[in-house]
């Protein structure tokens, strides 16, 4: 999955692993791809911004009470 922020115009690949939910570490990975940039707030929790798609469908993140995402 390609995950976008349309603010920074950056984009970051995140494994999947067949399933959609993604570990601390990959959520960390890629807010830092994202928007690496402490105080900034142009994203959502993975620093992602504007749509986001899986196999062309549209998909939107929330958190996990363990601190992961799942991607819905």
């Given at each position: ?39 900034c707030?142009?994203?959502?929790i ?27």
């Amino acid at each position: 999955m390609i995950l976008r922020n349309n603010f920074h115009q950056t984009k970051v690949q995140i494994n999947l692993h067949g399933s959609r939910t993604l570990s601390k570490y990959q959520v960390k990975r890629a807010r830092k791809a994202l928007c690496g940039r402490p105080t900034c707030t142009c994203g959502g929790i993975l620093g992602e911004r504007g749509p986001q798609y899986l196999d062309a469908e549209r998909v939107y993140v929330t958190g996990t009470p363990e601190g992961g995402v799942y991607i819905v």
